[in-house]
């Protein structure tokens, strides 16, 4: 029985040193689906998060505005509630 992964986040902060992490969350591709709407997100600091899972989602890095920046990755039959 395979579980279901909601609510994963994974957050960077690389306060001294420019960092750049391939993906914050590594499975194995067959499990990619079990996910749902796993997220990483930019606190401060420097460094990148080039995605959220494996090689899906988008990069997370500072965008100039001080602030906290997101990246999520949706399956196509998954929705986001605003």
């Given amino acids: 029985n395979m579980g ?40 401060n600091g420097h460094g990148t998060m080039n995605h959220v899972i494996n090689e899906h989602g988008g990069a997370t890095a500072s965008d100039g505005s001080g602030g906290a920046v997101l990246a999520r990755f949706c399956t196509s039959t998954d929705s986001w509630i605003v």
Avoid at 11 to 19: K, L, P, Q
Avoid at 27 to 32: K, R, T
Wanted: proline content about 5%; glycine content about 8%.
């Fill in 4 to 43: 279901t992964g909601k609510g994963v986040a994974v957050y960077h902060y690389f306060r001294d040193n420019t960092v750049a992490v391939d993906t914050g969350i590594r499975v194995p591709e067959a499990l990619v689906a079990s996910f749902v709407n796993p997220i990483s997100v930019f606190l």
